[in-house]
C-alpha cells in the first residue's frame, strides 16, 4: 500500500511508526525548533532547567517578532535574555525588525520532508513548504532542543483535494475560510490536513502557507503541501535550491477521508466576529461601514500580498474615515518592496507602514476606537483579542482589505477592474541575513553569559498529586474558549511573559475579572468547561499561570491538542466528562472530592468526584501512560529530573 506525505516524513522520523493509518501517538525525532519571544523566555528557562549544554537538533532558532514596542526595560530584558541564551547554547536569534517567525523561517531555513516544532501554533506556516510542522507548548520545545523526541497525541490524515484554479480576486485566504465554514474551529482536532489535487499547482508556496497556516484555526494537527516543482522554484529564488526535494503521496495512499474543494467555485469571504469560522461571502456583508484596516501578520504578508495590496492602492486614496496600517511580514518583504518601488504606491495612498512584525494581530498597538470595526488580514478575531472589547474584528484577504480601504467599507473587488496574474514569485530573493545573529562556537560558549534582567522570574513547578483530592471549581466557563481567554496578551501584558506572578491578575480577566483573585483564595482549584477548551494560542502560560493561582484539574467536555499537552506539563490533569450532561450539575465555588485519585487514574483511567451534595461526577482521562506519570508527579520538570530519560539528552 502507499504512503502519503505525512507517512513518509513519519517512516523517516518517528521512532515507534509501525502501522499504517489511525496513528496511535508517536514520538517523533525533531530536525528543526523556533521560538518567537512571547513564549521563547520560558522555554528558555526550561530548556536551561534541563541542564543541557547545547541544541541537539539540526537547527533552532529564536525569533524576536511579537513583542516589540520596548515601552520600559521589561521586553528588552527578554531580547537580552533570548539574544545571549540563544548565543550559548547553540540556537540563531533574529532580531526585532526581521520578521514574523513564521514568514522568515518560510523563506529561509524550512526543509521540505524535515521536522519543525515551534512554540507557537502557527509553526504548520512551513507546511507550505512540505515540512511537517508542528505547534507546541514551550516546554516540548526545549525537550526537543535537549534531543528529546516529540510525542504527536493520536491523528486521522485527511485529504483536502483542490480542484480547478481560482478566480482573480479570490485567494488563498478563502480557501481555508471555505474549510473553516465547512469544518469550523473543532473540525481539525486530531486531524492533518494533507493538501493534493490539480488545484495545488496553481498556488504559489506563499499561498500554500497561508493555508496551512490557519490549518491551526480549525485545531489541527497540522497541514502539509506537497513539494513539488514550485516548491523547487520558490527554494531556488531563496538560494536555497539544496534544500529541496521532491515530495508527494503515493497515487495508492489510503485517507481516512477525503475532501473536496473546487477552487473555481469560490468568491471572496469574511469571518466574523468573534470566531474565524463564522464565515460568510463578503457579498452578503457589502456596504459595512469601517474605521480600521490592519493588513499583515503570518498569515497574509509576503511579498505577493503586500504587492497586490499595493497595486490597488495605486494612484487611489485611503479613505477619510478609515486608518490603513500595513505590516510586511519581513524585511526582505520590505526590502524588496522598496526596491521595487511598490511601497512608495502604499505610502503615496495614505497608509501607515509598521515595523516587520506581528504588531495588531496580538494587540501590540492599533487597538480599534470603542465599537470600532475593523478588517484584518489576520487569521483570529477572537473575542477581546485586538484590545478593545467592543470592537468587531472581520478576517479577510488582503484585496479585499486593500480595495474597503479605499471605499471606506466592506467591498468586494470585481475582477474586470485588476489584472493580478502579472504577480509571480520573483525569480530571486533579495537575500540579507544581517539580522540573524549565528551562536556561539562550541569552545566560544564556554565564555558567553546569559543575562538575565530583572524582568526574568522563574516559572512555577507543581507538587506531587496526593491520593485524595479536594478543591472547588473556580470558575465555570463555556465551549470553544482560547487560550486569549485564559492568558490574554496585547500591549498592557505582554511585556511580562516571563514574569508569571505578575501575568496572574489578568487570568481570564475578558471572562471573569474576579478570577484570580477567587483563585487565590481558593488555594487549590477546578476549572470547568465545555467544548474545545484551550483553543487557539499556543502560549503555556495559559497553564502555568492557572498553576500559579493554584489550578490542578480542569474538567471539560473536551480539549484542543496544544493546550492538554501544556497542562499535562505543568502538572495540571486534563479530564473529560464521562457524561457531558453532567457539565449542568457543577457550579462555581462548589466543592469536590475525589478519593483513590491516583488508583482509579492508573486502574482505569477515570477520577470520580463526589460534589458536596453527595452526586457523583465521573469523569475520563484519555493520556497516555507516561503522560499520567508526569502529571502525578507535578508536571514534566519534575518526571524528568526523576526519570531514566533524563539521560538520554544529558552533555
Ligand atoms: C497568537 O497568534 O496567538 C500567538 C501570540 O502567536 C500565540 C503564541 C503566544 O501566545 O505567544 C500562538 O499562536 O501560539
Ligand atoms: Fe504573530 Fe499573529 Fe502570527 Fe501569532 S498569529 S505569530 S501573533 S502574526
Given at each position: 500500500?502507499?504512503?502519503t506525505i505525512t507517512e513518509k516524513?513519519?517512516?523517516?522520523?518517528?521512532?515507534?511508526?509501525?502501522?499504517?493509518?489511525?496513528?496511535?501517538?508517536?514520538?517523533?525525532?525533531?530536525?528543526?525548533?523556533?521560538?518567537?519571544?512571547?513564549?521563547?523566555?520560558?522555554?528558555?528557562?526550561?530548556?536551561?532547567?534541563?541542564?543541557?549544554?547545547?541544541?541537539?537538533?539540526?537547527?533552532?532558532?529564536?525569533?524576536?517578532?511579537?513583542?516589540?514596542?520596548?515601552?520600559?526595560?521589561?521586553?528588552?530584558?527578554?531580547?537580552?535574555?533570548?539574544?545571549?541564551?540563544?548565543?550559548?547554547?547553540?540556537?540563531?536569534?533574529?532580531?526585532?525588525?526581521?520578521?514574523?517567525?513564521h514568514q522568515v523561517h518560510l523563506?529561509?531555513?524550512?526543509?521540505?520532508?524535515?521536522?519543525?516544532?515551534?512554540?507557537?501554533?502557527?509553526?504548520?506556516?512551513?507546511?507550505?513548504?512540505?515540512?511537517?510542522?508542528?505547534?507546541?507548548?514551550?516546554?516540548?520545545?526545549?525537550?526537543?532542543?535537549?534531543?528529546?523526541?516529540?510525542?504527536?497525541?493520536?491523528?486521522?490524515?485527511?485529504?483536502?483535494?483542490?480542484?480547478?484554479?481560482?478566480?482573480?480576486?479570490?485567494?488563498?485566504?478563502?480557501?481555508?475560510?471555505?474549510?473553516?465554514?465547512?469544518?469550523?474551529?473543532?473540525?481539525?482536532?486530531?486531524?492533518?490536513?494533507?493538501?493534493?489535487?490539480?488545484?495545488?499547482?496553481?498556488?504559489?508556496?506563499?499561498?500554500?502557507?497561508?493555508?496551512?497556516?490557519?490549518?491551526?484555526?480549525?485545531?489541527?494537527?497540522?497541514?502539509?503541501?506537497?513539494?513539488?516543482?514550485?516548491?523547487?522554484?520558490?527554494?531556488?529564488?531563496?538560494?536555497?535550491?539544496?534544500?529541496?526535494?521532491?515530495?508527494?503521496?503515493?497515487?495508492?495512499?489510503?485517507?481516512?477521508?477525503?475532501?473536496?474543494?473546487?477552487?473555481?467555485?469560490?468568491?471572496?469571504?469574511?469571518?466574523?466576529?468573534?470566531?474565524?469560522?463564522?464565515?460568510?461571502?463578503?457579498?452578503?456583508?457589502?456596504?459595512?461601514?469601517?474605521?480600521?484596516?490592519?493588513?499583515?501578520?503570518?498569515?497574509?504578508?509576503?511579498?505577493?500580498?503586500?504587492?497586490?495590496?499595493?497595486?490597488?492602492?495605486?494612484?487611489?486614496?485611503?479613505?477619510?474615515?478609515?486608518?490603513?496600517?500595513?505590516?510586511?511580514?519581513?524585511?526582505?518583504?520590505?526590502?524588496?518592496?522598496?526596491?521595487?518601488?511598490?511601497?512608495?504606491?502604499?505610502?503615496?495612498?495614505?497608509?501607515?507602514?509598521?515595523?516587520?512584525?506581528?504588531?495588531?494581530?496580538?494587540?501590540?498597538?492599533?487597538?480599534?476606537?470603542?465599537?470600532?470595526?475593523?478588517?484584518?488580514?489576520?487569521?483570529?478575531?477572537?473575542?477581546?483579542?485586538?484590545?478593545?472589547?467592543?470592537?468587531?474584528?472581520?478576517?479577510?484577504?488582503?484585496?479585499?482589505?486593500?480595495?474597503?480601504?479605499?471605499?471606506?467599507?466592506?467591498?468586494?473587488?470585481?475582477?474586470?477592474?485588476?489584472?493580478?496574474?502579472i504577480f509571480k514569485t520573483p525569480?530571486?530573493?533579495?537575500?540579507?541575513?544581517?539580522?540573524?545573529?549565528?551562536?556561539?562556537?562550541?569552545?566560544?560558549?564556554?565564555?558567553?553569559?546569559?543575562?538575565?534582567?530583572?524582568?526574568?522570574?522563574?516559572?512555577?513547578?507543581?507538587?506531587?498529586?496526593?491520593?485524595?483530592?479536594?478543591?472547588?471549581?473556580?470558575?465555570?466557563?463555556?465551549?470553544?474558549?482560547?487560550?486569549?481567554?485564559?492568558?490574554?496578551?496585547?500591549?498592557?501584558?505582554?511585556?511580562?511573559?516571563?514574569?508569571?506572578?505578575?501575568?496572574?491578575?489578568?487570568?481570564?480577566?475578558?471572562?471573569?475579572?474576579?478570577?484570580?483573585?477567587?483563585?487565590?483564595?481558593?488555594?487549590?482549584?477546578?476549572?470547568?468547561?465545555?467544548?474545545?477548551?484551550?483553543?487557539?494560542?499556543?502560549?503555556?502560560?495559559?497553564?502555568?499561570?492557572?498553576?500559579?493561582?493554584?489550578?490542578?484539574?480542569?474538567?471539560?467536555?473536551?480539549?484542543?491538542?496544544?493546550?492538554?499537552?501544556?497542562?499535562?506539563?505543568?502538572?495540571?490533569?486534563?479530564?473529560?466528562?464521562?457524561?457531558?450532561?453532567?457539565?449542568?450539575?457543577?457550579?462555581?465555588?462548589?466543592?469536590?472530592?475525589?478519593?483513590?485519585?491516583?488508583?482509579?487514574?492508573?486502574?482505569?483511567?477515570?477520577?470520580?468526584?463526589?460534589?458536596?451534595?453527595?452526586?457523583?461526577?465521573?469523569?475520563?482521562?484519555?493520556?497516555?501512560?507516561?503522560?499520567?506519570?508526569?502529571?502525578?508527579?507535578?508536571?514534566?520538570?519534575?518526571?524528568?529530573?526523576?526519570?531514566?530519560?533524563?539521560?538520554?539528552?544529558?552533555?
Amino acid at each position: 500500500m502507499g504512503l502519503t506525505i505525512t507517512e513518509k516524513i513519519l517512516k523517516e522520523h518517528a521512532l515507534n511508526f509501525t502501522e499504517y493509518g489511525g496513528f496511535k501517538s508517536l514520538k517523533v525525532k525533531v530536525d528543526q525548533t523556533l521560538t518567537q519571544d512571547a513564549t521563547g523566555t520560558m522555554a528558555y528557562l526550561q530548556f536551561e532547567a534541563l541542564g543541557v549544554k547545547r541544541v541537539k537538533t539540526k537547527l533552532s532558532v529564536a525569533y524576536v517578532d511579537h513583542n516589540t514596542l520596548q515601552a520600559g526595560f521589561m521586553n528588552a530584558d527578554d531580547h537580552r535574555y533570548i539574544k545571549t541564551v540563544a548565543k550559548k547554547y547553540g540556537i540563531y536569534y533574529s532580531k526585532p525588525g526581521n520578521g514574523i517567525c513564521h514568514q522568515v523561517h518560510l523563506e529561509r531555513f524550512s526543509v521540505p520532508g524535515e521536522v519543525l516544532i515551534g512554540s507557537d501554533s502557527h509553526t504548520p506556516t512551513s507546511g507550505g513548504i512540505g515540512m511537517l510542522s508542528f505547534g507546541a507548548g514551550g516546554f516540548d520545545v526545549a525537550c526537543a532542543m535537549a534531543g528529546l523526541p516529540y510525542e504527536i497525541s493520536p491523528f486521522k490524515i485527511v485529504k483536502i483535494n483542490l480542484k480547478g484554479e481560482l478566480k482573480p480576486f479570490v485567494s488563498a485566504k478563502d480557501v481555508i475560510l471555505k474549510i473553516l465554514q465547512m469544518l469550523t474551529v473543532k473540525g481539525g482536532v486530531g486531524r492533518i490536513f494533507e493538501y493534493s489535487g490539480e488545484g495545488v499547482r496553481s498556488l504559489s508556496v506563499p499561498e500554500r502557507a497561508t493555508i496551512t497556516n490557519m490549518g491551526a484555526e480549525l485545531g489541527a494537527t497540522t497541514s502539509i503541501f506537497p513539494s513539488d516543482e514550485i516548491t523547487r522554484e520558490f527554494l531556488a529564488a531563496q538560494g536555497r535550491e539544496k534544500d529541496w526535494k521532491p515530495l508527494a503521496a503515493d497515487e495508492d495512499a489510503k485517507y481516512y477521508e477525503t475532501i473536496e474543494v473546487d477552487l473555481s467555485s469560490l468568491e471572496p469571504l469574511v469571518a466574523c466576529p468573534h470566531s474565524p469560522d463564522n464565515v460568510k461571502t463578503v457579498k452578503e456583508l457589502e456596504g459595512l461601514k469601517i474605521n480600521q484596516v490592519c493588513i499583515g501578520s503570518c498569515t497574509n504578508s509576503s511579498l505577493t500580498d503586500m504587492m497586490k495590496v499595493s497595486y490597488i492602492l495605486r494612484g487611489n486614496k485611503v479613505y477619510e474615515d478609515v486608518d490603513l496600517v500595513i505590516s510586511p511580514g519581513s524585511r526582505q518583504v520590505l526590502t524588496m518592496l522598496s526596491r521595487n518601488g511598490f511601497l512608495s504606491d502604499i505610502i503615496d495612498a495614505g497608509a501607515r507602514v509598521l515595523e516587520c512584525a506581528c504588531g495588531p494581530c496580538i494587540g501590540m498597538g492599533q487597538s480599534p476606537k470603542s465599537e470600532g470595526v475593523c478588517l484584518r488580514t489576520f487569521n483570529r478575531n477572537f473575542y477581546g483579542r485586538s484590545g478593545t472589547k467592543d470592537a468587531s474584528i472581520y478576517l479577510v484577504s488582503p484585496e479585499v482589505a486593500a480595495f474597503s480601504a479605499i471605499k471606506g467599507e466592506l467591498s468586494c473587488p470585481l475582477e474586470k477592474d485588476f489584472n493580478f496574474t502579472i504577480f509571480k514569485t520573483p525569480e530571486k530573493f533579495v537575500v540579507n541575513d544581517n539580522m540573524i545573529c549565528p551562536p556561539a562556537t562550541e569552545e566560544e560558549a564556554e565564555s558567553v553569559v546569559v543575562e538575565k534582567g530583572p524582568n526574568i522570574k522563574s516559572f512555577p513547578v507543581a507538587e506531587e498529586f496526593e491520593e485524595s483530592f479536594k478543591a472547588k471549581v473556580a470558575i465555570k466557563v463555556e465551549d470553544n474558549i482560547t487560550t486569549d481567554h485564559i492568558m490574554p496578551a496585547g500591549a498592557k501584558i505582554l511585556p511580562y511573559r516571563s514574569n508569571i506572578p505578575f501575568l496572574s491578575q489578568f487570568c481570564f480577566e475578558v471572562v471573569d475579572p474576579n478570577f484570580s483573585k477567587r483563585a487565590k483564595e481558593f488555594k487549590r482549584s477546578i476549572i470547568v468547561a465545555g467544548i474545545n477548551y484551550g483553543q487557539g494560542s499556543s502560549r503555556e502560560h495559559a497553564a502555568l499561570v492557572p498553576l500559579y493561582l493554584g489550578v490542578r484539574i480542569v474538567i471539560a467536555k473536551s480539549f484542543a491538542r496544544i493546550h492538554k499537552a501544556n497542562l499535562v506539563n505543568a502538572g495540571i490533569l486534563p479530564l473529560t466528562f464521562e457524561e457531558e450532561k453532567d457539565y449542568e450539575k457543577l457550579k462555581e465555588g462548589e466543592e469536590l472530592l475525589a478519593e483513590n485519585l491516583k488508583e482509579t487514574l492508573n486502574k482505569e483511567r477515570k477520577v470520580i468526584f463526589k460534589t458536596e451534595n453527595n452526586s457523583k461526577i465521573i469523569t475520563n482521562c484519555d493520556l497516555e501512560k507516561e503522560q499520567i506519570e508526569i502529571v502525578l508527579k507535578g508536571g514534566l520538570l519534575n518526571h524528568i529530573k526523576k526519570s531514566e530519560f533524563n539521560k538520554l539528552s544529558k552533555n
